[in-house]
């Protein structure tokens, strides 16, 4: 009890949390996993307290888990075992921007929707867009290296980041990268903590690089009855120069969730939705549609419709991004889960990569929703799951390994942009051995061993 | 459905994504502590569902987390899954009150004293003669089959405000200590009548008779039955005490069959939600025509300005079941229309709803509100909720649209 009374002498009596009923939403993230009993939640606000917890806790070898905004899918923001759980939330300010160097200063528990709420204001943004946004943070993203929608033309998070504040788990702070776009000073140790997933540091601070917005878009649905067909669409607008600004594709059990919690209707034969935004200058939007509609016309598409209105697009585009918890609802019964499967392939190779996966599915008999982020290869494999059915759930685990290998055989990955947490430990190594790097295991294992020796953040995650 | 069955419903479809935690008022009001927040309300109730399904009883302690829950519904708007953390709260409550569920007493005496003058008085504070005051001098219609329900919510608001000023002053161990007396001696609650701001409770009265005067010009005829009119009931639903709520309900009914109204022009959106939709499924012929009174103003002329004036959503116009767009046809007619960057469906709470039980969380949620509004550059801040505008009106650019309204009427 003496590391609480030290912890409140840290950030203050209010900001130290351990009664039994505030423990109870910090055992849980967006992931099917239940976290450890939190020994306490620690809510500091600023970097000199995170500095001093961090020296405390390393001292005494307590284990110390990073939360954002809560959100992460692998269980990467929940205790593994026995700790302390930092939260990051009074970390809610936007520091600084400059429009003439494209970066905002932003701390680290901002989150996505407010940061883009607040650039929109300068007709800016900063792209990277999980489906998350709503909930999740500026530290949690970069945590995860998250990627979203918009990664099809904007690319995952690493893009994104210029620098960052980080605090060591032996207290020391840190600043990393800076306010340029380009630099040349050896290791890059703002590219090492993006995906580091809360392992080596605290981030505490981020320098984001922003871009205007586009000046407009529009939307075009395609529905398909054949899943390989869908994915062909997206490699042949690639093949034809056309990046769109998002592409996204979901399966029937996607379009049915989102009909029963938002009212959205889709074709009662359609087993595949495309959903594709072009961005462009509004002299040419028209143009660009237009060429896309062409090429999408020579896919085996059983209709293909269009808008610009903001209302309809932004209803759909708020429909996407909840699709993982709107799943829920398809649920046969309540002890049901949703056990997310993150893979990606080079778009050259979704045809195939589809094809297989639906094929892997009927082989399992497993409910499995298919959806994600097409245009950049990203696919979500969303398994309904009673997670505590040991049978069903080795099946699960087997699946998922058979869906990594499928985005391995097709020179893709493992994680997208999920991370790997608590889920995918042994997806992460069979990358590795697939691609004859087990020596990059190593090498993680050593790297973390030099940032945090007493093995005290976020401790059971990654390996 | 028992309560618990419902809390189970409505909590099963949670996968923690989140998406509510960002929006909920209270959870940044509360410095972040999770159990003040929607999500963390919701997987309070899971947990407490998963103990008393085990025990019999639960030992949590859930009172503060979902009595501080404003029901503003922003949670309900955002999620993913359709579950409605808002409504999560309310049947928590509804667990508390029962007496059933949990190891100790949770119930707040706050919350028992008003439901107890209710019950008593029809009025949460006691309140009889002190709310027909605005309608002296004014000509109704004792004939007509329409009702001018005021439900006493623009007049309570004189009187509200004392005595949170009042809960502000003392602790909250104190507060409940007097508030517990009063339940005992509920006639004690009219101790603080005389307490009343006689400045808010002429600006309301003025209110009350700008409302009249814009009806009067629509050529609406209409009764009004002063001193037998009851509160319209909201809190005893809002805070968990579902028996009453359908007792009184029926109370409600049965006055209005009395006097044969068959239309109830409602002047606030609690009102309006309550006698419209949640009342119809609790108590049977509850068959009334139920209106708003900026439903009769269509044709009415007003004269137009270059203002700009943004509108702050009530929440139960813009968040609950009912979207009522009235207001904003209404603002067009007088002035330049601006919308808060938080507003429609991604409204953002004045803290009203908190003012009795936690002023000072109340306090910190329409401050943040307030300096939304005032961010957007507008001349004048409008609302159509005496809640709303008692919480709000924190300097002289803010008021209730009625009496914009009933200024700017061209009467030729």
Redesign the interface.
């Known amino acids: 009890m003496d590391i609480l009374n030290n912890l409140r002498e840290i950030v203050g009596e209010k900001h130290v949390l351990n009664k039994k009923e505030d423990l109870i939403p910090y055992k849980r993230d967006a992931s099917f996993f239940i976290g450890a009993e939190p020994m306490a939640i620690v809510l500091p606000g600023n970097v000199e307290e995170v500095s001093r917890i961090l020296k405390l806790c390393n001292e005494n070898l307590i284990p110390v888990v990073v939360r954002g905004g809560g959100s992460s899918l692998t269980g990467a923001s929940i205790l593994r075992e026995p700790g302390i759980v930092l939260s990051m939330a009074r970390f809610d300010k936007i520091l600084e921007i400059s429009i003439q160097d494209r970066y905002v200063l932003a701390e680290s528990g901002v989150k996505l929707d407010v940061l883009n709420a607040y650039l929109s204001k300068y007709r800016h943004f900063y792209p990277p867009d999980p489906a998350s946004s709503i909930a999740a943070t500026v530290g949690g993203s970069i945590n995860t290296n998250a990627g979203g929608l918009r990664a099809a033309m904007y690319g995952a998070t690493k893009e994104w980041v210029l620098g960052l504040e980080v605090v060591l788990p032996d207290g020391t702070i840190i600043q990393t990268g800076g306010k340029v776009l380009k630099r040349s000073v050896g290791y890059d140790l703002t590219a090492l903590m993006i995906g580091s997933e809360g392992t080596l540091g605290i981030i505490t601070k981020a320098i984001l690089k922003i871009t205007p917005l586009p000046e407009k878009y529009g939307r075009i649905m395609v529905y398909y009855r054949s899943i390989s067909e869908a994915g062909r669409a997206v490699a042949n607008l690639k093949n034809r120069g056309i990046t769109p600004l998002i592409a996204e594709f979901m399966d029937r059990i996607s379009m049915d969730s989102i009909t029963h919690v938002r009212g959205i209707k889709f074709p009662k034969d359609a087993e595949y939705l495309l959903l594709i935004d072009i961005s462009s200058t509004e002299e040419s939007l028209n143009k660009k549609m237009n060429d896309a509609i062409e090429i999408l016309k020579g896919t085996e598409n059983i209709g293909i419709n269009t808008t610009t209105d903001q209302n309809e697009m932004d209803a759909m585009y708020q429909a996407r991004k909840g699709l993982y918890s709107s799943q829920l609802n398809e649920r046969s019964s309540p002890n049901e889960y949703v056990v997310i499967g993150d893979i990606v392939v080079p778009t050259s190779k979704l045809p195939d990569a589809l094809e297989k996966i639906k094929n892997k599915i009927n082989d399992y008999k497993l409910k499995v929703s298919l959806f994600g982020h097409i245009g950049d290869g990203n696919i979500h494999a969303n398994i309904f799951a009673d997670i505590n059915n040991s049978e069903q759930m080795e099946k699960v685990n087997s699946f998922m390994m058979d869906l990594g290998r499928i985005a391995l055989e097709h020179d893709g990955s493992v994680s997208s942009e999920h991370g790997i947490g608590m889920e995918k430990i042994d997806l992460l190594k069979e990358e590795f051995r697939y691609k004859r790097s087990e020596r990059n295991l190593d090498l993680m294992i050593q790297i973390k061993r030099l940032f945090d020796p007493n093995n005290i953040l976020n401790r059971g995650k990654l390996f | 459905m028992s309560l618990l069955d419902d809390l189970d419903l409505e909590t ?8 509510c ?3 909920c008022p209270t959870l ?1 009001a509360l ?5 003040f ?1 929607a ?2 309300r919701v ?2 109730a899971k ?1 407490l569902v998963k103990e008393i399904k085990l025990n019999g009883k639960s030992d ?3 009172s503060d ?1 979902f009595y501080s829950c404003l029901d503003c519904y922003a949670c309900f708007n ?5 579950v409605n953390a808002g409504r999560v709260s309310e049947i928590a409550k509804s667990l508390i009150t029962s007496g059933k569920y949990l190891e100790r007493k949770q119930e707040k005496n706050v919350a028992k004293m008003i439901i107890i003058s209710i019950m008593k008085f029809n009025s949460p504070l006691g309140l009889k003669n002190e709310t027909t005051s605005w309608a002296y001098g004014l000509d109704f219609d004792e004939n007509s089959e329409n009702l001018l329900y005021t439900g006493g919510m623009y007049q309570l608001m004189a009187y509200s405000s004392v005595l949170s000023n009042l809960e502000r002053k003392f602790k909250a161990d104190t507060v409940e200590k007097i508030a517990g007396l009063i339940s005992k001696y509920p006639n004690l609650i009219k101790i603080t009548h005389p307490m009343y701001n006689e400045n808010f409770k002429k600006r309301m009265d003025n209110i009350l008779k700008s409302i009249y005067s814009l009806l009067k010009s629509a050529g609406i005829k209409f009764k009004y039955i002063g001193e037998n009119e009851p509160y319209p009931g909201s809190f005893l639903f809002e805070l968990g005490y579902l028996d009453e709520f359908i007792e009184y309900g029926k109370r409600l009914r049965d006055l209005f069959n009395k006097n044969k109204i068959r239309n109830i022009i409602t002047i606030d959106p609690h009102t309006y939600e309550i006698l419209k939709l949640i009342y119809p499924k609790y108590i049977e012929n509850f068959n009334f025509n139920v209106t708003h009174y900026m439903d009769y103003l269509e044709k009415l002329n007003f004269n137009k300005t270059n203002e700009k004036i943004v509108y702050h959503e009530p929440c139960h116009f813009s968040m609950h079941q009912e979207k009522y767009n009235e207001p904003l046809k209404l603002i067009a007619k007088i002035g330049e229309t601006i919308l808060p ?1 938080r507003h429609g469906s991604t409204s953002y709470c004045c803290g009203g709803p908190a003012e009795l039980l936690y002023p000072n969380l109340s306090d910190s949620i329409s401050l943040r509100r307030f300096k939304e509004l005032k961010e957007s550059g507008a001349e004048k801040i409008v609302t159509a909720c005496p809640i709303c505008f008692a919480n709000l009106h924190k300097d002289e650019t803010v008021f209730d649209l009625a009496e914009l309204l009933e200024k700017r009427l061209n009467k030729k």
């Open positions: 099963s479809k949670c996968i923690s994504c989140t998406f935690e960002s929006v940044q410095d972040y502590r999770a159990i927040g999500r963390g997987l309070l947990e949590l302690e859930i987390p955002v999620c993913p899954a359709g960057e």
